[in-house]
């Protein structure tokens, strides 16, 4: 015991030096301002499943876990479109999916955004149009961004959020592929 200490008070205290200060906080905090200048309030966002594989599904769900934890940026999903911001829909349209995506879309309050999500939301990926599909979502409602990939990380798809709240594309007007 007593070599032990002999040891401890040779080798004096050895630590690391203190990590730099996070940047997150920062960030974040930037968003917040960004999101709450041009809504005036916290984003909320509807995802639409148009018909996807659920893929697409799998990378929002994602975004939050703790890493991304959008809701501590002031982004939240919600149930109804009634009370979303932005719709958030994934796959090729299904047939069967065309009149509900367009009324979730008309019962969404202005200024309402969309992005459609993954290759099939964005051009139709391998479905395309078919008699089972009408393809990409900008065929049935008006898309503000694309947030392309067969999934899209979580990474790529908060960046396709942020641009539409930053206005990334032109309101109201098909986006093209």
């Not at 940026?73 to 994934?90: E, N, Q, Y």
Request: glycine letters at 12%.
């Amino acid at each position: 015991m007593l070599h032990l200490l002999r040891q401890i008070v040779r080798t004096g205290i050895k630590t690391e030096a203190p990590p730099a200060p996070a940047t997150e906080r920062a960030d974040v905090a930037r968003l917040n301002d960004q999101v709450l200048r041009t809504l005036g309030r916290a984003l909320t966002i509807r995802q639409v499943d148009a018909g996807s594989c659920n893929g697409c599904e799998l990378e929002i769900h994602a975004l939050g876990n703790p890493y991304y934890n959008i809701e501590g940026m002031g982004i939240k999903f919600v149930a109804s479109p009634r009370h979303a911001d932005l719709l958030l829909v994934t796959g090729p349209v299904a047939k069967h999916m065309a009149i509900a995506l367009q009324r979730t879309w008309e019962a969404t309050p202005e200024p309402k955004l969309v992005v459609a999500v993954g290759d099939c939301g964005c051009h139709g990926g391998i479905f395309g149009e078919s008699y089972a599909s009408l393809g990409r979502v900008a065929n049935v409602i008006p898309v503000d961004v694309e947030v392309p990939g067969c999934p899209p990380t979580p990474t790529a798809l908060l960046q396709g959020i942020l641009a539409a709240i930053g206005g990334g594309a032109k309101k109201g007007e098909p986006s093209k592929s």
